[in-house]
């Protein structure tokens, strides 16, 4: 793919046969050879990261706590060097099977084929579970050169219908990866993967042993942080200096109470990396011995505090959540979200108002911070998230009037409007450290309150269904909201397959997209997904799994009382109706001039389109936008009159056809750009040099009059100017 800018008006040629005349945009995306729309695509995969990548180079720990080595991550190396193409590592939760795959995976060197003596280093990625259901799914797992895979399915084992299916599906890709030099690593649940059958439990490491969270902490910081070290937090003992820079006149509680002896041994792997990098960062903004405390334990002291000494006061507990929520307003608008979260309307007395503490007083006990202008939590990272969970967990009655506030304070005209995404944020780390779904209620509010309330709905579902742990289950629940007859739940549904989960799970969001294109009514859902799914269709690495989709449905849904089968011509509908800012019907236009099976493609939906008759309008609006779209340049018209002379031939007196053809007083089809376009089929249907567009797949075709086009088209097709 190819991307040219070209001033409007020119006309461009390239490789690709791809024209423009009269351009309307500067920007003119050329399509030929290089999106291969035949090709069927893998699963998404993504580079590990490179705070992953020095985690297990540089700062690994190899030891028990008892000085033992942790026999997973060599034995797994182990098997790689023998030439196994396909490793799993299976047990619990919380022992490093992740970091163990990726550190046998960086440190494996395997020889570089044809070369004596060199050895390469594997680039290290992330497969994505992109799938329904895994037993039953066709999908290509990937296979680059040269790659060490890590496929993570610990979050769903155990619930394998067919795991010795599966198991084979995973296996079975060992001779396409030797043959591309690569590995994959399955990082599987403690149940699940048939261990005990012969063939499918060889090349299985069972992960037995931790490393201790204490130890992986202390490397961390010593290896990759080292800006804490010289903050000496680690040391026995650490004075606190006050504010004139006393060490002896320091916190005496911190002096004694040494960071060190706060990290404890049980930590999980994941969670211990992830404290040494806090950690760093606030060391990084100035923060204290106090705060570095704190953050290790997770703000329970802290937060318990807060809650002791605001026992008797919903007022300032309410005040607490409003700041989380509503961090970087100001403090009166605070105020007023802790108030609605009260329902509490009335007015204070003068006598109230003067006896009672100020607001920055009351703020500062929760532990925000205020300048008169802004609230906010800066000085404490991580506070804001340890504070839902404990309303979350110590006091759950108060979830279900939690979620109904949230909604109002992110509605359209609500405090919270412009704090969307920071909000999705904070409620999706609530339902991933919670383990819990309910948080994710507030999605179908926000997918109809604009682009966003849409952009949060997308960003909180996406976050969730990532999560190895909730991820499978989120990503269900999505499913079934895209099936349900509610107009809220399949708009969200719709809402969340664009973006960060369209890239990271197409397939599901495709899914997604086609059981809400499937509704009864051509509703508000419908057109959300009809939009995504031609932002989708926008994604030149995403085009080609599209267009192949799309392209099975229509061959898959042949019955019309299957919901499914309306889905498939919407869908074609939808990714063929062009748009300035998604140009998916430009790419696969300029696609068809160099690829004849692209062409059939683009008839066949034509003529699966044409044939619903609920269809009708909708059909009729393409015609229009695709000449409307010639005229400015947008798209190709000699790929456009190749199809549509195609389509003409086999689908002569369908209603949308025949008007589009024919012309039909009263409507937008008297406009300059179809009679141009209608012009333009005549001229190449009546050119004697080129031969006329032939039946496809032995169709029959019935009869119409054999010379030329313009005899079957009426007077009373004007143009606007005319008239």
Known sequence: MTLSTVPPGNRVSGASGMHATNLAYSTLLQAGRDINLQQQEPLSAEPATRA???????????????????ATAPTVLALLARDERVVVIAGPSGMGKTAAGLRALSELRPALPGVVGQRLRLRLEHVLPDWDFVEKDKFILPAGHARGYLLDVSGESARWEKPDVTARKFLGHAEILREKGSYLVVIAGEHGWPENDPDLGRNVVRAVTAPPGDRIARRHIERLHPQVVRRGWLQESVPEPDE?????????????????????????????????????????SGGTITDARDLVLRWRERVSTVFKTTQDSADDRALLLAAVMLEGLSPAEVLNGARLLLKDQKTRGIRDILTGRDLATRLDAVQAKSDGQRV??????????????????????????????????????????????????????????????????????????????????????????????????ARTRLRSWAGQGSLANATVAAVVCQGTFSREYPRQALTCLRWVLGRFEHDN???????????????????????????????????????????????????????????AATLLLANALDHADTVDGLVRGWSAALSVPVLESQCEKVLTAWAKAVADGTLDADAVVEVL????????????????????????????????????????????????PKPRDNQTVEPHPPTRLEDDLTPSAETEDEA
């Open 376 to 473: 906010t939590f800066s000085h404490l990272p991580g506070y804001p998230a340890a504070v839902l969970r404990h309303f979350w967990r110590q006091l759950s009655d108060v979830q279900p009037n939690l979620i109904s506030w949230v909604k109002q304070l992110t509605g359209p005209k609500g405090l919270g409007a412009g704090r969307i995404r920071e909000i999705a944020d904070l409620l999706g780390q609530l339902a991933v450290d919670e383990g819990d779904l309910r948080p994710l209620d507030v999605a179908q509010a926000w997918a109809n309150a604009g682009d966003a309330g849409q952009d949060g709905a997308s960003r909180l579902l996406a976050r969730v269904a990532r999560d190895p742990a909730l991820g499978q289950e």
């Open 525 to 583: 859902a419908v057109s959300v997904a009809e939009e995504v799914l031609r932002i989708m269709g926008s994604d030149v690495r995403l085009l080609p799994r599209v267009w192949d989709t799309v392209n099975g449905w229509l061959k898959e849904y042949e019955q019309p009382d299957d919901r499914n089968h309306l889905a498939a011509r919407r869908a074609f509908l939808a990714l063929l109706h062009p748009a300035a800012d998604h140009p």
């Open 52 to 70: 992953e990548i020095d985690a297990v180079r540089h700062a690994w720990v190899a030891e028990d706590s008892e000085g033992k080595e942790i």
């Open 244 to 284: 004139r820079g006393d060490a002896e006149a320091g916190d005496d509680r911190s002096r004694k109470s040494p960071l060190a002896g706060l990290l404890r041994a049980d930590m999980q792997p994941g969670d211990a990396a992830t404290l040494a990098a806090e950690l760093s960062r606030i060391s990084d």
């Open 645 to 692: 002379n195609h389509v003409i031939r086999e689908n002569w007196m369908t209603g949308p056809l025949s008007t589009f053809i024919a012309g039909r007083a009263g409507t937008e089809y008297t406009s300059q750009s179809v009679v141009d376009l209608r012009e333009r089929l005549i001229l190449r249907w009546n050119d004697t040099r080129q031969p006329h």
